[in-house]
T-cell receptor, first 112, second 112 residues
């Protein structure tokens, strides 16, 4: 059984740029959620995808967008990067909805 | 929106002492989950509580869900160095459109 994988591991961008982060869900999971974790804070829910549709969204602006593909993998896109977007971005997959979340190792994004 | 408060923020204990972290939600929850994150790692699911007044045990860990389904606690008996990490509670309310709301976590530091 393959766990949740994310790429890249680390990324450095400058203000105003755009970034795409990728996530492969654990086998058998059809739901993917994305979280932003600032240093010293708890993960903050960005959005969830189920069967390629956005299924829930946290308090994040529209420049945070996502996709889910037929194989249940997912992308998180962030446009017009701001300094405050620097954080660990975590992807989590689950069998259904918001039950047990299986987290990936995360992508550390630094915005300069 | 929903808020989840967690106390204490930091807890220093001697190895072998007990440890408790508390979680309080501003709204009634449909379920509450607990996660552990080791330094430099990603959150790992520990347990999910669904029923009012529910108590679950995992070896030295005891989890409780309050009668009003607005608070929860995690108690560790006789801490070991392997217990080091940050413990997060995460609550789900209503239909889940807002996703899981994580607390800021309790950082457990163990002195041998």
């Amino acid at each position: 059984e393959t766990g949740v994988t994310q790429s890249p591991t680390h990324l450095i961008k400058t203000r105003g740029q755009q970034v795409t982060l990728r996530c492969s869900s654990q086998s058998g999971h059809n739901t993917v959620s994305w979280y932003q974790q600032a240093l010293g804070q708890g993960p903050q829910f960005i959005f969830q995808y189920y069967r390629e549709e956005e299924n829930g969204r946290g308090n994040f602006p529209p420049r945070f967008s996502g996709l889910q593909f037929p194989n249940y993998s997912s992308e998180l896109n962030v446009n017009a990067l701001e300094l405050d977007d620097s954080a660990l971005y975590l992807c989590a997959s689950s069998f259904t909805g918001y039950n047990e979340q299986f987290f990936g190792p995360g992508t550390r994004l630094t915005v300069l | 929106g929903q808020q989840v408060m967690q106390i204490p923020q930091y807890q220093h204990v001697q190895e072998g002492e007990d440890f408790t972290t508390y979680c309080n939600s501003s709204t009634t929850l449909s379920n509450i989950q607990w996660y552990k994150q080791r330094p430099g790692g990603h959150p790992v699911f520990l347990i999910q509580l669904v029923k009012s007044g529910e108590v679950k045990k995992q070896k030295r860990l005891t989890f409780q869900f309050g009668e009003a389904k607005k608070n929860s606690s995690l108690h560790i008996t006789a801490t070991q160095t392997t217990d080091v990490g940050t413990y997060f509670c995460a609550g789900l309310s209503g239909g889940g459109a807002d996703g899981l709301t994580f607390g800021k976590g309790t950082h457990l530091i163990i002195q041998p």
